[in-house]
């Protein structure tokens, strides 16, 4: 069974699946703060990544270290596509439960493939290497991320 809306082939199985279970996370806004430098006084600016972000990228990484059982990252054309799944709102009645199928509210669906930065060196060698990218959000019972990897 082919999905035409992404070109991929949903009979075979992904070469690699991720599942990360929890409330998927886009990758927060860089952060900056002034500093000077020890030697000369002179003050430069300093970019960093949010806590909350390093920590959900090693959890991702981590998931990701699981999932390849060893094997070595891969260094050919890949498709990924990722499925962010949110939890219904606790307020939602079950008939609007049914009607709620796609997230279309922050976080964005590119901030939450830029957390894949965490694969680089573990999945695959680098994010360049991944020729077709699709991006999912929905809702479900059980919130989680779920990154699919397949060779071209």
């Keep these: 069974m082919l999905d035409v809306s992404s070109g991929i082939n949903l ?6 699946s991720v599942w990360l279970p929890g409330i998927p996370r886009g990758k927060g806004r860089p952060r900056s703060m002034v500093m000077r430098r020890k030697d000369t006084g002179r003050p430069y600016v300093n970019v960093y990544t949010d ?3 390093v920590s959900y990228e090693a959890e991702l990484k981590f998931a990701a270290e ?12 890949m498709r ?3 499925t962010a799944l949110f939890p219904y709102l606790s307020s939602w009645s079950p008939k609007k439960r049914l009607d ?3 997230h279309f509210v922050k976080p964005d669906g590119d901030n939450i493939m830029k957390c894949c930065d965490a694969f680089k060196g573990v999945v695959w060698s680098d994010d360049s ?3 077709e990218w699709m991006i999912r959000k929905l809702y479900d019972d059980f919130p989680g ?8």
């Design 11 to 16: 009979s075979t199985r992904p070469d690699v």
């Design 51 to 53: 806590e909350e972000t």
């Design 66 to 77: 699981k999932a390849m059982c060893g094997r070595k990252p891969i260094d050919q054309a």
């Design 80 to 82: 990924c596509r990722v």
């Design 100 to 102: 709620m199928v796609y």
């Design 129 to 131: 290497r991944v020729s």
């Design 145 to 152: 991320l779920l990154i699919e990897v397949w060779i071209i």
